[in-house]
């Protein structure tokens, strides 16, 4: 597990579609498993969690990502909306967002901005925000969360901080409020799998509908329903996620990592990277790239 503590002074672009990267006065920011790494089969993984002391700049259209975000404000000041519908982030108002879900966000008023970033395993019914009331047990762990973010250093392993987060993430997510879809079909379970093992391969959506025994048609209706996305999307993700893997724990080059993730070119495998992640591969591995070599996943298929 890896896990770092920045402190958050800046602000930077965000395309749509992309993280939200934009962050204003002082605050804190611990990131534990970079996006698109080490995700999980059951479980859930921590991405960042963080807390400003005062954000005046919360202002994005079209914010798109494919893992759960977790807000809690204690004060009136941020409101999103999702398809006409608004959502005020309010003391009252503990805010989930569930992955691949779209919203527009902005800043009415400078006010104190908390938040988690996380991966689950279960895929949501839900595809707008889950507003449900914080209990007494939430609050109590969102407030040591606070104080340890705002206490920790880049030098120091903030351990605690992981076990409050994921605490925290796992309490809110198992509140009978957030409805969770059946089971995948067997036979797009098995094409799930076998993506996951052949992401350097052809994947194109003929060769996804011939190995699932479906038309091309059944094959987009399949990913809809169940997974709320596209075949090609779904794939676009799988590679993205083994190609960070590569970026983070190897010295592969670009081109050699775009080659084994099953991308033509470079050029291609930059634009989609960033698409899905909002970096381009050569930003993640600076942020990201570890002393300790990873396994690399095309030596595992």
């Known amino acids: 597990m890896s896990y770092r503590t920045f402190v958050v002074s800046y602000s930077s672009k965000s395309a749509a579609r992309a993280e939200a990267a934009k962050r204003s006065t002082s605050g ?11 995700l999980p089969e059951r479980g859930l993984l921590l991405h960042e969690c963080g807390h400003l002391e005062l954000c005046d700049n919360w202002n994005f259209t079209s914010v798109f990502s494919p893992f759960w975000r977790l807000y809690w404000n204690s004060k009136l000041g941020f409101s999103m909306d999702f398809s006409g519908q608004t959502i005020d982030l ?12 779209a919203y527009d966000c902005w800043t009415k008023n400078p006010t104190p901005h908390f938040w988690i970033h996380f991966t689950y395993h279960k895929t949501p019914a839900h595809s707008e925000a889950i507003v449900i009331k914080p209990r007494e047990a939430e609050l109590c762990v969102i407030k040591d969360l606070k104080e340890v973010i705002k206490h920790s250093r880049a030098e120091e392993t903030p351990e605690r901080g992981r076990l409050l987060a994921s605490s925290l993430a796992q309490i809110a997510i198992s509140r009978t409020e957030i409805e969770w879809k059946q089971s995948l079909p ?3 379970a098995r094409l799930q799998r076998h993506i996951d093992e052949h992401f350097g391969e052809d994947l194109s959506n003929p060769a996804l509908a011939k190995f699932a025994g ?29 190609a960070a893997t590569l970026l983070r724990g190897t010295k592969l080059s670009i081109e050699e990592i775009a080659e084994q993730t099953g991308f033509p ?26 002393a300790d070599p990873a396994p690399d996943p095309a030596a595992a298929r």
């Open 28 to 38: 804190l920011l611990i990131v534990f498993d970079p996006l698109w790494v080490n």
């Open 90 to 101: 309010t003391p009252d108002n503990l805010v989930l967002i569930p992955p691949n879900c």
């Open 265 to 290: 070119n470079r050029f291609y495998f930059s634009r989609v990277f960033k698409a899905v992640s909002g970096e381009t591969p050569a930003r993640f591995r600076s942020k990201y790239h570890s």
């Open 214 to 242: 479906t038309s091309l048609t059944g094959l987009l209706r399949l990913f809809n329903r169940h997974l709320g996305t596209k075949p090609a999307q779904y794939v676009s993700e799988v590679r993205v996620r083994n």
């Open 186 to 188: 067997a036979n797009l």
